[in-house]
């Protein structure tokens, strides 16, 4: 459990002006860190200070981060009755509460300063709607954040190069976003925070998307709140960014459902999985196929994920597909296409040592279980070979051991200390957490150059 001890403090002035009629101007919200040796203390790091008011997130009834009146209301349920729950980082997880809700009637309104990588470079400010993030981790006591820029807080868009590698199709750096993300770090929250922002980073030239990131340590209402992964948000504007496809075209399904779209799209979705009942041994089936399907990021996403052991992903959970609805011939990217966006991969590389040794792992034949639409399509001799030669570059390549274990100790210099006012502000004990990275790390490097040989044999027997 957290120590009563202080933790580091950032001072948030709130000043309105007004007049002899009562008229109030707007509120303008700084944040200023005194005695707090920013640069020194978070080096690597960008800093953002989160201010909200209370009620928008303690408060009973209306908070987003506190199990709340949602709770009461539920636990009184017969769904509540035929569950036990299971204790899972101070809260019971499978319990509803105002924190695990969704959606835009669970945005709140705040404000965010944001200080570049030497801490004390004020950037910009500016008003946002806020959102938690995630799955199980809203569980944890630091949980995740997205942030959404609206012309009614104020500002439609931000203007700004947010994610430092953030690059768009034509390998131009993005710099205008309509949502973003700060990550606790998914499942690998405790342990090392690396495993998705590093997985990422070292396939950013195969055949889909992948989200930048960069370290970022969060302040809410003058309060030290730990270690994130700022990450650019998939959304239809994204992609309108990143491959120059009009918002209002763009269809994305996340896990079985319509999360950009129209009415309708979903008829686009069942096409594409009407194929995991064709029989591809048929040439004739494949080239229908690849008419709707970007190939090489199908034979890509499926071999990536595959070769680094996801054991969170499959058609139902974080698996994400988006195309252009209508076609347009002066955009490759509005073929028309189905292409694969990556994220999430942290349950992998070694994450809790799964069956002793996850580099071991036959993910191969567990994809061929789970994934009936990968199962039809790997039956094709012209696919199969495509997608062993993706997984043979993945391996060799991508994560070359040579190459990618130096990229790993790059980032875990800069990530190690930061994460130790991180272990002490949650959970009160850096020495015992120190371990817990080290290990994790470890458990990275030995996946690394275990991995291309076991997955290798799995897929070529």
């Given at each position: 459990m957290p120590t009563a001890d202080e933790v580091a403090k950032c001072t948030v002035i709130r000043a309105v002006a007004v007049n002899a009629e009562h008229e109030a101007s707007e509120v303008v919200t700084k944040s200023y860190f005194v005695g707090n040796e920013v640069k020194k203390k978070y080096a690597g790091a960008t800093v953002m200070s989160l201010v909200i008011a209370p009620d928008n997130f303690l408060n009973y009834d209306t908070g987003i981060h506190v199990m709340g009146k949602v709770y009461d209301e539920w636990k009184n349920t017969e769904e509540e009755k035929q569950i036990t729950g299971s204790f899972f980082g101070n809260q019971y997880w499978n319990y509803e509460g105002n924190y695990t809700q969704s959606g835009r009637t669970w945005e709140r309104e705040a404000t965010i300063d944001y200080f570049d990588a030497d801490g004390e470079t004020f950037e910009f400010s500016a008003p946002v709607g806020v959102r938690l993030h995630g799955g199980a981790s809203r569980m944890y006591g630091q949980k995740s954040f997205k942030f959404y820029l609206r012309e009614?807080?104020?500002?439609?868009?931000?203007?700004?190069?947010?994610?430092?590698?953030?690059?768009?199709?034509?390998?131009?750096?993005?710099?205008?976003?309509?949502?973003?993300m700060l990550r606790n770090g998914g499942n690998d929250t405790e342990y090392s925070k690396i495993r998705d922002v590093w997985n990422q980073a070292q396939v950013g030239d195969r055949a889909y998307g992948v989200q930048a990131a960069r370290p970022c340590v969060l302040f809410i209402n003058g309060e030290y709140w730990g270690l994130y992964n700022l990450t650019e948000k998939y959304s239809d504007n994204s992609i309108e960014t990143n491959y120059g496809v009009d918002k209002d075209n763009v269809v994305m399904f996340k896990e079985g459902e319509m999360d950009e779209g129209q009415e309708g799209d979903e008829a686009l979705y069942e096409e594409l999985w009407s194929y995991a009942n064709k029989d591809f041994?048929?040439?004739?089936?494949?080239?229908?196929?690849?008419?709707?399907?970007?190939?090489?990021?199908?034979?890509?996403?499926?071999?990536?994920?595959?070769?680094?052991a996801n054991s969170d992903w499959n058609p139902e959970k974080n698996y994400l597909v988006w195309r252009a609805r209508t076609t347009d011939a002066t955009n490759p990217y509005a073929d028309g296409k189905w292409r694969y966006l990556l994220f999430d991969t942290e349950y992998s590389m070694g994450l809790y040592n799964e069956s002793n040794n996850q580099a071991t792992e036959n993910s191969y034949q567990r994809t061929l279980q789970q994934d009936?639409?990968?199962?039809?399509?790997?039956?094709?001799?012209?696919f199969r070979q495509k997608f062993i030669a993706a997984l043979e570059q993945i391996g060799s390549k991508n994560f070359n051991a040579d190459t990618c274990l130096k990229n790993l100790d790059s980032v875990t210099k800069v990530y190690q200390p930061l994460m130790q006012d991180y272990y002490k502000r949650f959970f009160g004990s850096e020495t015992q957490q120190e371990r817990q990275f080290d290990n994790n790390v470890s458990a990275i490097r030995n996946f690394v150059q275990q991995r291309y040989s076991s997955i290798m044999n799995y897929v070529k027997r």
């Amino acid at each position: 459990m957290p120590t009563a001890d202080e933790v580091a403090k950032c001072t948030v002035i709130r000043a309105v002006a007004v007049n002899a009629e009562h008229e109030a101007s707007e509120v303008v919200t700084k944040s200023y860190f005194v005695g707090n040796e920013v640069k020194k203390k978070y080096a690597g790091a960008t800093v953002m200070s989160l201010v909200i008011a209370p009620d928008n997130f303690l408060n009973y009834d209306t908070g987003i981060h506190v199990m709340g009146k949602v709770y009461d209301e539920w636990k009184n349920t017969e769904e509540e009755k035929q569950i036990t729950g299971s204790f899972f980082g101070n809260q019971y997880w499978n319990y509803e509460g105002n924190y695990t809700q969704s959606g835009r009637t669970w945005e709140r309104e705040a404000t965010i300063d944001y200080f570049d990588a030497d801490g004390e470079t004020f950037e910009f400010s500016a008003p946002v709607g806020v959102r938690l993030h995630g799955g199980a981790s809203r569980m944890y006591g630091q949980k995740s954040f997205k942030f959404y820029l609206r012309e009614e807080y104020g500002q439609k868009n931000l203007k700004y190069p947010l994610i430092e590698g953030d690059l768009d199709a034509d390998g131009k750096q993005v710099k205008k976003y309509k949502s973003f993300m700060l990550r606790n770090g998914g499942n690998d929250t405790e342990y090392s925070k690396i495993r998705d922002v590093w997985n990422q980073a070292q396939v950013g030239d195969r055949a889909y998307g992948v989200q930048a990131a960069r370290p970022c340590v969060l302040f809410i209402n003058g309060e030290y709140w730990g270690l994130y992964n700022l990450t650019e948000k998939y959304s239809d504007n994204s992609i309108e960014t990143n491959y120059g496809v009009d918002k209002d075209n763009v269809v994305m399904f996340k896990e079985g459902e319509m999360d950009e779209g129209q009415e309708g799209d979903e008829a686009l979705y069942e096409e594409l999985w009407s194929y995991a009942n064709k029989d591809f041994t048929k040439a004739s089936v494949y080239e229908e196929f690849c008419k709707i399907m970007d190939i090489d990021s199908f034979a890509d996403y499926y071999a990536t994920e595959i070769y680094i052991a996801n054991s969170d992903w499959n058609p139902e959970k974080n698996y994400l597909v988006w195309r252009a609805r209508t076609t347009d011939a002066t955009n490759p990217y509005a073929d028309g296409k189905w292409r694969y966006l990556l994220f999430d991969t942290e349950y992998s590389m070694g994450l809790y040592n799964e069956s002793n040794n996850q580099a071991t792992e036959n993910s191969y034949q567990r994809t061929l279980q789970q994934d009936k639409l990968f199962a039809a399509v790997i039956k094709n001799s012209g696919f199969r070979q495509k997608f062993i030669a993706a997984l043979e570059q993945i391996g060799s390549k991508n994560f070359n051991a040579d190459t990618c274990l130096k990229n790993l100790d790059s980032v875990t210099k800069v990530y190690q200390p930061l994460m130790q006012d991180y272990y002490k502000r949650f959970f009160g004990s850096e020495t015992q957490q120190e371990r817990q990275f080290d290990n994790n790390v470890s458990a990275i490097r030995n996946f690394v150059q275990q991995r291309y040989s076991s997955i290798m044999n799995y897929v070529k027997r």
